[in-house]
């Protein structure tokens, strides 16, 4: 099959691409590589797919227009897995323009060459940011998320209204899949994982925000590919129990779906700095601060929406995950 990965020398981009490969899909990659992190951690994850006989990269801005109708023009996906954005919810209030740009008209150009060169599935990440204000637990995909603490989170749920619009209108399946926060090799450095590791290694302070008491779903990087596959390899469908009386958030009488994608666990946030003390060796030097404006005390997945629909079925602790983080970062940065 041929898949159009968006963000293909991204964190999760790369190891999606990867993973595709080597089930024998060809994969076409899209990035513009650019410089919100080290650009140089960028280029050493798309060496990795270069290498590979079956992968083709694109150097393309999502926003340029023309760029992404030649896309899929010349290389025509059969399905596409959107993971391109500009992340990050704290740099969402210092850039907001950056936002509209990529993951809103980006966003629109992914949908418009799906509809315009008949792709059969769009894949697309959403965040667990979209619950915003809701605080019942474990959030569910059923639950209003009407209420988004941060712009970033704003222009991932406006993310699902659009598909739900193109699924409804032109018949694409649609699957939005709420990501919640993802760890692992070759991540991304703006991410705390990364940072607490960094200063851990370096001796220096880290600041810990809501004073340590933060519990966050933290999900593997193998656990979320395995989900994305799963997802891509059953394309959204239209519910046939669905009703506008009482409508279901994550599914619409059009095909489309909404998944949580996570650990369907919360682990405290300062057990995960003694993880990451225990695989570095040395002890954290906290800086407790309070909680930032936009952030959320709190995050665990329902994951059983997905797990029923694809099998999904993560599976890799945070004992084992956190060292495995910890190990590449030494070696990737001689550290």
Same mark, same amino acid.
């Given at each position: 099959?041929?898949?159009?990965?968006?963000?293909?020398?991204?964190?999760?981009?790369?190891?999606?691409?990867?993973? #595709?490969? /080597?089930?024998?899909?060809?994969?076409?990659?899209?990035? %513009?590589?650019?410089? @919100?992190?080290?650009? &140089? !951690?960028?280029?050493?994850?798309?060496?990795?797919?270069?290498?590979?006989?079956?992968?083709?990269?694109?150097?393309?801005?999502?926003?340029?227009?023309?760029?992404?109708?030649?896309?899929?023009?010349?290389?025509?996906?059969?399905?596409?897995?959107? #993971?391109? /954005?500009?992340?990050?919810?704290?740099?969402?209030?210092? %850039?907001?323009?950056? @936002?509209?740009?990529? &993951? !809103?008209?980006?966003?629109?150009?992914?949908?418009?060459?799906?509809?315009?060169?008949?792709?059969?599935?769009?894949?697309?990440?959403?965040?667990?940011?979209?619950?915003?204000?809701?605080?019942?637990?474990?959030?569910?995909?059923?639950?209003?998320?009407?209420?988004?603490?941060?712009?970033?989170?704003?222009?991932?749920?406006?993310?699902?209204?659009?598909?739900?619009?193109?699924?409804?209108?032109?018949?694409?399946?649609?699957?939005?899949?709420?990501?919640?926060?993802?760890?692992?090799?070759?991540?991304?450095?703006?991410?705390?994982?990364?940072?607490?590791?960094?200063?851990?290694?370096?001796?220096?302070?880290?600041?810990?925000?809501?004073?340590?008491?933060?519990?966050?779903?933290?999900?593997?990087?193998?656990?979320?590919?395995?989900?994305?596959?799963?997802?891509?390899?059953?394309?959204?469908?239209?519910?046939?129990?669905?009703?506008?009386?009482?409508?279901?958030?994550?599914?619409?009488?059009?095909?489309?779906?909404?998944?949580?994608?996570?650990?369907?666990?919360?682990?405290?946030?300062?057990?995960?700095?003694?993880?990451?003390?225990?695989?570095?060796?040395?002890?954290?030097?906290?800086?407790?601060?309070?909680?930032?404006?936009?952030?959320?005390?709190?995050?665990?997945?329902?994951?059983?929406?997905?797990?029923?629909?694809?099998?999904?079925?993560?599976?890799?602790?945070?004992?084992?995950?956190?060292?495995?983080?910890?190990?590449?970062?030494?070696?990737?940065?001689?550290?």
């Amino acid at each position: 099959m041929k898949i159009l990965v968006t963000g293909s020398a991204g964190f999760i981009g790369m190891h999606t691409a990867e993973k #595709l490969l /080597a089930r024998g899909d060809t994969v076409i990659g899209l990035d %513009n590589m650019n410089d @919100y992190y080290d650009v &140089n !951690l960028k280029k050493a994850r798309l060496a990795r797919l270069m290498a590979h006989p079956n992968y083709r990269h694109v150097h393309a801005d999502l926003a340029d227009r023309p760029a992404m109708e030649n896309l899929f023009a010349v290389h025509g996906p059969e399905r596409v897995i959107h #993971l391109a /954005a500009q992340a990050g919810v704290r740099y969402s209030k210092e %850039n907001p323009h950056a @936002y509209t740009s990529s &993951n !809103l008209e980006g966003f629109l150009n992914v949908l418009e060459g799906c509809r315009n060169f008949e792709v059969k599935h769009l894949v697309f990440a959403s965040t667990s940011s979209a619950y915003g204000a809701n605080t019942h637990m474990p959030y569910a995909e059923t639950e209003s998320t009407e209420h988004p603490l941060t712009f970033y989170a704003a222009t991932k749920k406006a993310n699902e209204m659009m598909a739900h619009c193109y699924a409804h209108q032109y018949g694409l399946s649609c699957t939005g899949l709420r990501f919640f926060t993802v760890y692992g090799p070759w991540g991304r450095p703006d991410m705390a994982f990364f940072s607490f590791t960094k200063a851990i290694i370096e001796g220096k302070a880290i600041p810990v925000f809501n004073y340590g008491k933060h519990t966050r779903d933290f999900t593997y990087v193998d656990d979320i590919v395995d989900g994305v596959i799963r997802a891509c390899d059953k394309p959204a469908t239209p519910n046939p129990d669905w009703n506008g009386d009482t409508p279901d958030p994550s599914s619409s009488s059009a095909p489309y779906r909404i998944y949580n994608i996570g650990s369907g666990r919360n682990t405290p946030l300062l057990r995960y700095i003694e993880l990451l003390e225990q695989a570095i060796g040395q002890k954290a030097e906290l800086e407790l601060q309070p909680m930032m404006v936009g952030d959320v005390p709190d995050t665990l997945a329902s994951v059983e929406a997905l797990h029923d629909a694809t099998g999904y079925t993560p599976s890799t602790p945070v004992e084992v995950g956190v060292p495995a983080f910890v190990a590449w970062y030494r070696d990737f940065y001689k550290a």
